[in-house]
Every structure is written in structure tokens, then in C-alpha cells.
């Protein structure tokens, strides 16, 4: 059975953000606070510590109080790069990876992938509308794997993860709280569903 202890939280920041104008989407601001102190929040309590993969602003994250890892692969590689420079750093036997921008985060996403993974080496969450490859548990053991993918000029993040036992594990009901935020329309459009107290995507799930 995989225990909070077991996993730590990779925060993954360290895109161009290119859809939100080039600015680093951790610092957006959704509803007075940075995205990254929102994703922080709600993965925080589900593992045993948080690591925040960036690229840019690092002082910045690192005075959040949690580790900070960089990519060590040029030209962003992409997301998997980022979770590559958290697996150099972990301890734990697993690694629960989590984009910055997805600020409604289900608070149980720890529980249900490890409740559903069995034998696997990783398990990615499904919202019920479409897979999330960036929600997933993973074995801190296949870093040595991803490093030579990745050497290789792999890119794709499923096509990695068809490398080795992989699991759907879905969320019914929960897409909305999975949400994106892409560009800086969806964050408007998020800041004024809350100014007007419309519903959020988790309002039933607080």
C-alpha cells in the first residue's frame, strides 16, 4: 500500500508558458494569488514534501519553502524534463507529478491513483472527458529509464510511459476540477466566475 510518506509531490513550473504570452505561469494571478501557491495548497497535504520543478524566477519559488530543481536538459524539453530533475533529488519510492496551472486539483489525487495503480509503475488520472498524462503517480526507480529517453530526444509523455505498466485510474465526475489554466482569457474568465460567485469547479468538493 502506497502511503503519503512514500510519494513526493513534483510541482511541474518550469514551461515557457507560450499559450499565456511567454510569462511564468506560476506567477499568475488567479483571485489575488499566484497559481503556484494554489497547486502548492492543494498538493502539499497529500505527500510527504513538494519539490517545484522552474526554469525561471527560482529565488522567487524557492522562497515558498520547498525544494527547487531545474531542468538539466536544454531548450525545455519538455514536462518530462522537469520530472527528470526531480527524480536526481527524490528519496521516496515514488513521485506524484502535478502541473502548476491546475489550481481546483482534486484533494484526494494521491489516494485514488494509489488506490487503483496494482502492480503498475505508474498511474495517470482520467477526468472522465480525457486522459491527464501530467497527473500521475509514478516509480521513482524508472528515472534511470527516463534519462536515457529523454538523451535519446524523446519528448512525448505518454509514449513514454507506454515503456512501462501503465494504468488509467478515472475520476467521474471531477473533469472540471482539472482545468487548465492555459492562457490569460481562461484566467479571466476564472476570475470572473468567482468575483460573481457563480459556481467553481470545485464548489461541491470543498
Known sequence: MIERADV??????GGRG?????VDKGWVDLDGRPLVAQAVQRLSPQVDRVVISANRHLDRYRRLGHAVVTDTLPGYPGPLAGALGALRVVSTPWILLIPVDMPWLPVDTLARLAGGIGEADIAVAHDGGRLQPLVALIRS??????SEWLAAGGGRVVTWYDRHRWVQVDFPGLEAQFANLNTPHEVALAE????????SPDSCHE
Do not use: E, F, I, P
Open 141 to 146: 526507480s524508472l528515472g534511470a529509464d527516463l
Open 8 to 13: 513526493t509531490g513534483v510541482l511541474l513550473a
Open 192 to 199: 470572473r466566475a468567482q468575483a460573481g460567485h457563480a459556481s
Open 18 to 22: 507560450q499559450r499565456m504570452g511567454g
